[in-house]
């Protein structure tokens, strides 16, 4: 941005140099405006932009010696502001990144929490069904659903044909489905096709 420079900067950066309160408002008030309204243009932020216009200023007040090396103070306002803007910005993305973060986390631990729970509840209402099932069909159940045993090595511990495993499994599975259904919520219900 190309704005009008005070005619006797240098001597104002002197004096500001040298701790002279009357030329620092000096140079604030002209430089105010400019500063202000190019902080804004960066951030979108009116209060942002106030943060960075008192900042900038209170540096150009803090710089002592170092003020008689500006040849430009507009350029170096500028420049000063530019980079503070970058800063808060980088700074800004990383904190809206970081916190995105922490709720994606916090949302997964929240998740696996709420799931572990729903699946406790719904193995305990499980086990009560299947201790509610007659005494053929829990243990064709027993047998194959839960020590994983085919459906032929299950008859020949059992002592029975093939296609009696086969009823008493579809029914205990039936039995078992109906009994979930009456004693769980939506929630439960999705899981329970995890455990049947």
């Known amino acids: 941005m190309i704005s009008?420079?005070?005619?006797h900067e240098k001597t104002l950066l002197a004096k500001i140099a040298?701790?002279?309160r009357v030329a620092f408002k000096?140079?604030?008030?002209?430089?105010?405006?400019?500063?202000?309204?190019?902080?804004?243009?960066l951030l979108q932020s009116r209060a942002t932009a106030q943060e960075v216009l008192q900042e900038?200023?209170?540096k150009i007040w803090q710089q002592g010696?170092?003020?008689?090396?500006?040849d430009n103070l507009d350029a170096y306002l500028h420049r000063m502001v530019r980079h503070h803007a970058i800063d808060l910005l980088r700074k800004s993305e990383l904190s809206v990144r970081v916190?995105?973060?922490?709720r994606y986390m916090l949302d997964e631990r929240h998740n696996e929490t709420e799931e572990g729970?729903?699946?406790k509840e719904t193995r305990k209402i499980l086990e009560e069904g299947i201790r509610k099932l007659p005494r053929q069909q829990h243990l064709v159940y027993q047998l194959c659903q839960q020590q994983g045993l085919k459906y032929e090595e299950a008859a020949a511990q059992l002592n029975i044909s093939h296609g009696t495993v086969q009823t008493h499994m579809k029914l205990a599975l039936k039995f078992l489905r109906r009994y979930m259904a009456e004693h769980t919520d939506v929630a439960v219900l999705l899981i329970i096709c995890r455990l049947l």
């Open 4 to 7: 009008r420079r005070l005619p």
């Open 18 to 20: 040298g701790g002279d």
């Open 26 to 41: 000096e140079i604030y008030d002209h430089y105010h405006p400019i500063i202000y309204n190019f902080a804004f243009r």
């Open 56 to 58: 900038t200023m209170l």
């Open 65 to 70: 010696e170092r003020l008689h090396h500006i």
């Open 99 to 102: 916190q995105a973060d922490i």
């Open 117 to 119: 729970i729903l699946l």
